[in-house]
């Protein structure tokens, strides 16, 4: 007998809707964990097409990404402490999901400071390049700004 079956049939023998109840909502809460789940699997796929691919994400991208997929990592291992006993989620998977959350949580910490990094270099440089350049270019040019200027006159 399925346990839908024995709950509605303890159900009807108690004449009471507080047995078959919660076995009907424990179905339903339970499932609920698998809308967090695709959502992490949507964003890994996107974290491993970003690395496979020709135009690589910047770190401010990468560190938004991150970010979500640490957002989702919370969720989960929050929703999780909440429903383990009732839904009978196995140890491993439990232990796993957090060890993995933690990983998660250590890459964005690095990949947001080298976000964080990258954008004061470019602020500095557009500041630099403001202020009337700088130095820095070969030929005494402007900077980081993105061109260079060609002597004028013979060569």
Known sequence: MSSKTIAAFAGALLGSALIAGPAFAQNAECGEIQKTLQSRKELVAKANAASNSKKKMTPGEACALFGKLQSNGSEGVKWIAANKEWCSIPDAFAEGFKADHIKVSGIRT???????????????????????????????????TGSLKMPQGAL
């Open 110 to 144: 690095k990949i947001c400071g080298v976000a964080a990094q990258a954008s004061k270099m470019e602020a500095q440089a557009r500041a630099q390049a403001q202020n009337g350049g700088g130095g820095g270019g070969m030929l005494g040019g402007p900077g980081l």
